[in-house]
């Protein structure tokens, strides 16, 4: 039995999200029916992260054990051509160990999201985007966001149906930055809360837009209640970026 690690990107715009569903298509399951088409094996294939309906990845860290003995190159060649025409490709695949994971030895992820800041529809950006048509100032939410930043009860921006065992999480980094008609929204921690990062880009928008302040969004938090949550941001603009080992 040999463990391969491979580095996935994909658009989520087709897909009910990462994990196997009984009632449409999903990431998790396009993969696995690709190794089952070139192997006749049936396996699991474990990601760092488990993405929502509409969530992309440019490089979603994943593993899979199988018991024929291939040639790593030739599995991603393999999955590419089996997978189509789902929008998933297969970056890089590598033999590991057996006691790596890609969830449990995962040391952190990030996330990025896109905002498109303008009042013309979006054509090619549709659907990988968040286009808020009112001015947003970054500045202002770049401050907003330095409020987040550290370890914190993030119930306020969990979504009520999060399977987490604690509300508590460590945020390493929470940046904004425009450049010309985008505003990136940057996180980093060793791991998110469920629409944690959706919720926060919501209501940072709220910032931006001058219908919150940085303390609005303070004492959102502090109050530890979903209900006093602003804006829980679509999922079109969220990107999975990186994991760290």
């Known amino acids: ?11 989520g715009r087709p897909f009910m999200g990462w994990q196997r569903q009984a009632h449409g298509a999903t990431v ?15 396996v699991a294939v474990h990601a760092a992260g ?3 309906a509409g969530v992309h990845a440019l490089a979603m860290r994943a593993h899979l054990d199988l018991a024929a003995d291939v040639v790593p190159f030739r599995l991603m060649e393999a999955l590419n051509a089996l997978a189509r025409p789902a929008p998933v490709a297969i970056l890089a695949c590598e033999a590991v160990t057996d006691d790596w994971h890609a969830r449990f030895s995962c040391l952190g992820r990030a996330y ?6 303008r009042r013309a529809p979006l054509t090619v950006g549709n659907g990988l985007a968040w286009q ?3 001015p947003l100032d970054a500045t202002a939410m770049a401050e907003g966001a330095a409020t987040l930043v550290g370890r914190h009860d993030f ?7 999060c399977q987490a065992d604690s509300p508590l999480r460590t945020l390493d980094r929470l940046d904004v930055a425009r450049d010309g008609d985008a505003v990136v929204v940057r996180a980093a921690a060793r791991s998110f809360l469920h629409h944690q990062v959706r919720s926060m880009v919501g209501c940072l928008a709220l910032v931006g837009m001058g219908r919150w302040t940085r303390d609005d969004l303070r004492l959102a938090l502090e109050a530890r209640d979903r209900a006093r949550l602003g804006l829980n941001a679509p999922p079109d603009g ?8």
């Open 155 to 161: 119930t306020t921006f969990r979504s009520a149906h």
């Open 132 to 134: 808020v048509p009112q």
């Open 1 to 11: 039995m040999t463990r391969y690690a491979l580095t996935i990107e994909y658009d």
């Open 238 to 245: 969220l990107y999975f970026v990186s994991a760290t080992y």
């Open 28 to 42: 998790q399951q396009t993969l696995e029916d690709a190794v089952f088409a070139m192997t006749g094996e049936r």
């Open 50 to 52: 488990r993405t929502d």
């Open 112 to 117: 990025a999201y896109r905002i498109v800041n």
